[in-house]
């Protein structure tokens, strides 16, 4: 049986696993002990991901549709009858949308192959629509459309705010590093409208209505302000509007 290595790509968490090979079908796999993001870990989605591998409607091979009928080919055929195709059309016509289940090195390939062949930057993911406006927010706010902190810095935390996210179900292992952080005497708050597990694991659960979610944080941020629970030096030196920010909560 051979041994590859890969990440799960069933959530963002990333973590890492070895593939057990056999017949060039994935038999199992188990989690890396080294890998930085899971050490060891993996939930029960990526302890079972090779079912979903092995199921008879996967895709394994690039198909052409001719005539209404899908017909299997080989890369050698596919990859010059696609490129054939995509010369045809102006870098403005062309667009490519790329998979959530993608690792980010595929991503970056992708994002070369339409950026540095094709000059387009008409590039999307499938999955932005519901994550659009938190990317735009975080965009605006931090420079950068993603998180800013380390999964490693969690378990460290002496306080974590968990706001609005089925955490354990939707990214069980940063779940988990929560938990850590919950053993060791970390202060955890959980401002949600469901009664996720994080809610009864959590030293505070506020638990808000269906869509008051921003509600509550705006009213948590006016109590901030208003009662000068900030390091306001801090927040001026290192924000813009921040003024404007607070006259808006009060
Ligand atoms: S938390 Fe589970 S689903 Fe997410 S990447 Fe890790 S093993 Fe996969």
New binding site residues.
């Given amino acids: 049986m051979k041994q590859k290595p890969g990440v ?4 963002g ?3 890492g696993h070895f593939m057990m090979i056999q017949g060039g079908a994935v038999e199992r796999v188990f989690p890396s002990q080294n890998h930085p993001v ?1 050490k060891g870990r ?2 029960v ?2 302890w079972n ?1 090779h079912e979903l591998l092995n199921t008879p409607q996967i895709i394994s091979g690039p198909l052409l549709k001719q005539n209404g009928q899908y017909r299997q080919v080989s890369y050698d055929e596919a990859v010059p009858y696609v490129a054939q195709k995509l010369k045809s059309f102006s870098p403005a016509a062309i667009g490519f949308l790329a998979s959530p289940r993608a690792t980010n090195e595929e991503q970056f390939l992708l994002m070369k192959l339409a950026r540095a062949v094709f000059k387009t930057n008409n590039i999307t993911l499938a999955s932005e629509s519901g994550h659009r406006n938190s990317l735009n927010v975080l965009a605006a706010a931090t420079g950068m459309a993603g998180m800013t902190g380390s999964l490693a810095e969690i378990s460290k935390a002496e306080c974590v705010l968990v706001l609005g996210s089925d955490i354990t179900k939707q ?4 779940g988990s590093e929560i938990h850590k952080a919950a053993q060791a005497g970390a202060h955890i708050i959980t401002i949600d409208s469901r009664r996720t597990q994080m809610a009864k694991l959590s030293t505070q659960f506020l638990h808000v209505t269906p869509g008051s979610l921003k509600l509550a944080i705006a009213a948590i941020a006016r109590c901030v302000v208003r009662e000068g629970l900030i390091n306001a030096d801090f927040l001026r030196a290192r924000t813009n509007g921040f003024e404007q920010c607070s006259a808006s909560l009060l």
């Fill in positions: 799960c790509t069933f959530c968490t990333g973590c899971s993996l939930c989605r990526g991901i990214n069980p292992i940063i």
